[in-house]
């Protein structure tokens, strides 16, 4: 046979496109238009339904950036359309590709009841089938003049912020028409898209290919080209054959899900996000009453929880396509959070009240975590998720990294302490699923773990507003439930997928720690202030409720304190959504930055105004100074009293000291302070005439802790223009091109001992400002770099470095209820693509017998290396990353002013580093109050053992939970003391569930017994 398959092809592809699409209506009419300009923010439907509308035509421009305009679209269906399925087919003026990320719509009902949403690959809206006839049509649209932040790629635009984006129209309203939608063309195209790129994905040596290839043209011989519409029946029947062509035996399951991947801040702020959702959600269950068959997941307990208050009726909608199977909430978390910088506590709360969510709201327990899109993943994951009974962990995003490729797609993950969970990554690379033939077939060839499994995930739908998945797409998968060429194609749960995964691969490989993605580095430091602003609060909350704990536990007898509940639950509600993947990364636009900035402030004042209420009922009215400490360690420290006098307190771990007693300080521990140098008798720091310092002792080590001729505390300027993706991304050849910071403007001694000794340092460099105290406090080896930095660079990035003589292999880096290793040298293609990594609290690097800890109080970026001198010892470098400027999506990210600490901790453990971390993030507090102070509310013994959260039981029965782990990475025997009876010991589920294990004996003192294994986290509930 002559090859004529090319023009066969083309043949396909212009009738397609030419005759066959532009037939799928068969009829129009247009609709009125009106409109009325929303002045200011969105308004509800009620009001827009009262306003007064003014003329409005099709083809004019509409829509400053992030204005809001209702458009009434009336008109009447043609009686000669009786008996047909009619709609309406809208279009905003959409431009380029993406299917979200610009204007969209959500039309009312003139009751003003959501009907469905419009977006770009998402047009029509159902009015009648069948229609009758002669009906009138009243639409309310409401369009948001979304601008795309991006259009113009990762450059620097005004858009980004309500307050700069300027007045502009930015859309030319395309149409508003009445159609009658063909349903044997639309079918007849659906047959045609199907076959086409299946055939284009088979190989030209499979005989397949040639089978569709000429039922396709005999198809097209049969359609009549000046009547689509009368042959597309006959052109559908010659495709039947090829259609009905059962799989291959070995054929690939894809289980397919219905998702809308909808980010809860990024290129638009909060409150767009709130409308986005209901526009998706109800196209979501419009399909839904269309499709029977259909199954849509949908994660973050924030957004039900937003359209719950913003869209009664859409909620409605939803909860009754849950009772009918088809809606299925999936993630357990409140949002879809940044899975590396929330704290241990904090990513706790994100399943806890994600989970609760839909266990009170919908009944479901979800039974795994739900993360495509975050940057990377944590390694104490597969433990907390277990602690929340959960059993699979899905993302995608690890096929972004640049480097290396992941080896599996479906393995049992691994976490610190040896959890396991079942993890999968959807082969198809993608969240935004289409389920078009290209993806298929590359789902196909990517799957690494064929041979040992048959299936793989596949969430499919427009996200970001792009409206989720489209009836075209169930049309999709219905043709390829069964079809020779092609994988299966069924449309399931995750949780029915996890399983048959798990019961046909239970020997899935293991991959142990961290998801590190090989991209997007930068999301551990852009947006400093936001990142700051996250760490603080974590740590307010966890003083709140500790202290609101023991008040109301202490003041339980005098009928004292009630425990702040609701405030708590919204505090922490405010602070989980800004650890949205992101919010806290710092990759959106302005507007979701200032806001969060404001928002951190708030949630500061509140997180205050509890703390001083519960001091208050703890403590009492008085004038008797007391230093509280929020610290899981005792802790000897400087504080300043009331007067602003400098003394010295040993503070009980979650208790509280009087400070009416000022300590002496004998002279072998007092700060003595020279011109160039501070010494407390533990450690000696000296410094050159530009602040830098210049050695480091350690005094009870007797060792040098710099490496010779280095700097200690060396700020260090790079150029940092990545290749793409401004905000999120830093790539290696930052290095190249770095400016050491050494000038000092001025280098002042400015506190002499004996508590206190300290040297301001300032520097001022481009157009900016670094004013750093560093400061040596009696009693301690911690040298503290208080910093304000007046930040002015842009496409910048600064670095602390601290070059330690030390000869270590790793680093130890605090994460979420432990500790991770990085290697130091970059032996293999994965240590080297590590060239930034994160730490919460504290790294620490160390060889056998010493160790140096660096502490932070905002930061989370870092890198380490090693270089051997000369003189053949080892130089370790670790240096902190401070702050960038990148210019997209905010042109002005991080201007402006920084205050945030860092700490150098010679001669540390693992165990010091622990205690070190939780005393900088936890200043003591000095408050006035009564004479006389309870005991710690609940302590444990041992060094293996830090307590994470103090709390009463979130069902307000007045338990106490107590959370803690192990924290060396050994094995720890402890011992719970509570102050107060205690009537019951429990073991529960991080959702305060009672766990079927044996019950921990309760002690006759009292104090309750534990044994952890290396990084266990446990939760205790303390009956009272
Ligand atoms: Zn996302």
Redesign the pocket.
């Known amino acids: 046979m002559h090859d004529d398959r090319r023009l066969v092809e083309e043949r396909l592809e212009r009738a397609l496109r030419e005759r066959i699409r532009p037939a799928t209506y068969a009829a129009t009419v247009p609709l009125q238009l009106a409109v009325w300009r929303v002045p200011g923010e969105p308004v509800p439907a009620t009001e827009a339904l009262t306003a007064g509308y003014e003329p409005f035509a099709t083809g004019t421009r509409w829509g400053a950036p992030w204005s809001t305009s209702w458009f009434r679209a009336t008109g009447a269906v043609p009686a000669e359309w009786a008996g047909r399925r009619v709609e309406a087919v809208i279009d905003l003026g959409f431009v380029g590709d993406w299917p979200g990320n610009q204007a969209e719509a959500l039309v009312h009902d003139l009751d003003g009841r959501p009907i469905k949403g419009v977006a770009p690959r998402n047009q029509y809206v159902p009015i009648a089938n069948p229609a009758r006839g002669g009906e009138q049509v009243d639409l309310l649209i409401e369009a948001a003049a979304n601008p795309d932040i991006l259009a113009g790629g990762f450059v620097p635009t005004p858009l980004g912020d309500r307050l700069t984006a300027g007045d502009q129209p930015l859309y030319t309203f395309t149409r508003a028409d009445l159609a009658v939608l063909d349903e044997e063309v639309w079918h007849f195209g659906l047959d045609v898209d199907v076959l086409s790129e299946l055939m284009a994905e088979l190989s030209e040596g499979d005989p397949r290919r040639h089978e569709i290839l000429r039922a396709l043209e005999r198809s097209l011989d049969v359609l009549d080209l000046t009547d689509i519409s009368g042959s597309a029946p006959a052109a559908r029947a010659e495709l039947a054959g090829v259609l009905s062509r059962p799989a291959h035996a070995s054929a690939h399951t894809i289980h397919a899900v219905g998702h809308a991947?909808i980010?809860s801040a990024?290129l638009w702020p909060q409150r767009e996000t709130i409308r986005k959702t209901a526009r998706t959600f109800a196209n979501v269950t419009a399909l839904a009453a269309d499709y029977p068959q259909f199954m849509f997941a949908c994660s973050q307990a924030q957004q039900y929880a937003w359209v719950k208050e913003h869209q009664p009726e859409v909620y409605r909608r939803m909860q009754d396509a849950a009772k009918a199977g088809q809606w299925l909430p999936v993630g357990g978390q409140w949002v879809?959070a940044d899975g590396n910088l929330p704290g241990g506590e904090a990513l706790v709360r994100q399943i806890v009240h994600g989970k609760r969510f839909f266990l009170d709201e919908f009944g479901t327990e979800c039974q795994g975590v739900w993360l495509p899109?975050s940057f990377g993943y944590t390694a104490a994951y597969p433990q907390l998720a277990r602690l929340a009974g959960m059993r699979w962990f899905l993302t995608q995003k690890i096929s972004w990294n640049q480097t290396n490729r992941f080896p599996h797609h479906t393995f049992w993950w691994e976490g610190i302490d040896g959890s396991r969970i079942f993890t999968h990554f959807p082969p198809a690379d993608t969240y935004n699923g289409t389920l078009e033939g290209s993806e298929l077939a590359h789902a196909v060839r990517n799957f690494s773990d064929k041979g040992g499994s048959t299936r793989s995930l596949l969430p499919f739908g427009h996200g970001d507003g792009g409206g989720g998945p489209t009836r075209e797409m169930l049309e999709r998968a219905r043709r390829l439930r069964d079809l020779e060429g092609s994988p299966r194609v069924e449309i399931t749960s995750p949780d029915v997928f996890f399983t048959a995964a798990q019961e046909e691969y239970a020997d899935a490989p293991v991959w142990s720690g961290e998801l590190y993605l090989e991209l997007h580095r930068a999301t551990f430091t852009s947006q400093a202030r936001t990142k700051a602003g996250n760490r603080r609060s974590e740590h307010l909350l966890r003083e709140a409720e500790l202290w609101a704990a023991s008040a109301a536990v202490h003041s339980a007898s005098s009928g004292g304190f009630d425990y702040p509940y609701d405030e708590l639950d919204r505090l922490w509600k405010l602070v989980l959504l800004h650890q949205f993947?992101?919010i806290l990364p710092g990759s959106s636009i302005a507007w979701v930055h200032r806001e969060a900035e404001a928002t951190y402030a708030q949630v500061k004042t509140d997180l205050e105004a509890v703390i001083a209420r519960a001091v208050r009922a703890l403590l009492g009215d008085g004038p008797r100074p007391w230093v509280l400490n929020a610290a899981p360690r005792d802790r000897a420290e400087v504080v300043a009293d009331p007067d602003g006098r400098a003394t010295q307190v040993v503070a009980p771990a979650h208790g509280a000291v009087a400070l009416d007693v000022p300590e002496t300080v004998p002279d072998s521990a007092a700060v003595r302070v020279g011109d160039t140098w501070l010494d407390n008798g533990l450690v000696r720091v000296e410094f050159d005439g530009d602040g830098l310092l210049t050695s480091v002792r350690d005094l009870h080590a007797g060792r040098e802790v710099l490496a010779p001729g280095t700097f200690g505390n060396l700020p260090q300027l790079h150029t940092d223009l990545p290749n793409h993706w401004d905000a999120w991304d830093v790539d290696r050849h930052y290095r190249r091109l770095v400016t050491d910071l050494t000038d000092a403007d001025s280098v002042t001694v400015v506190e002499t001992g004996p508590l206190s000794g300290a040297v301001r340092v300032e520097r001022s460099f481009g157009r900016s400002r670094l004013t750093q105290t560093v400061r040596l406090t009696a009693g301690s080896r911690r040298i503290d770099v208080l910093t304000e930095l007046d930040w002015h660079e842009q496409e910048r990035f600064l670095k602390a470095a601290f070059p330690l003589d030390l000869h270590a292999d790793r680093t130890a880096a605090e994460i979420q209820f432990g500790h991770v290793h990085r290697p130091t040298h970059t032996n293999t293609s994965w240590d080297a693509a590590r060239f930034e990594v994160y730490a919460h609290r504290w790294i620490h690097a160390g060889e056998p017998g010493y160790g140096v800890a660096l502490l932070t109080d905002s930061t989370y970026g870092f890198d380490a290396g090693r270089a051997t001198r000369d003189d053949g010892g080892t130089t370790t470098t670790v240096r902190l990353s401070l702050v960038r400027g990148p210019r997209s999506p905010d042109p002005e990210a991080d201007q402006g002013t920084h205050r945030f600490g860092y700490s150098l901790l010679p001669g540390a453990t693992i165990a010091d580093a622990v205690a070190g971390g939780y005393a900088f993030n936890l200043p003591l507090r000095v408050v006035t109050g009564g004479t006389s102070a309870p005991e710690p509310l609940v302590t444990a013994d041992g060094d293996g053992v830090a307590i994470e959260a103090v709390k009463l039981a979130d069902d307000r029965s007045g338990d106490v939970v107590v959370r803690l782990y192990e924290c060396l990475g050994g094995r720890a025997a402890t011992r719970l003391r509570p102050a107060f009876p205690v009537r019951g010991v429990q073991l529960t589920d991080l959702l305060e569930r009672p766990l079927e294990i044996q019950e921990p004996p309760l002690d006759p003192d009292g104090t309750v017994p534990l044994d952890l294994r290396p990084f266990q986290v446990l939760t205790v509930r303390l009956a009272r």
Do not use: F, K, Q, Y
């Open positions: 991947h980010d990024w879809e899109d993947h992101d």
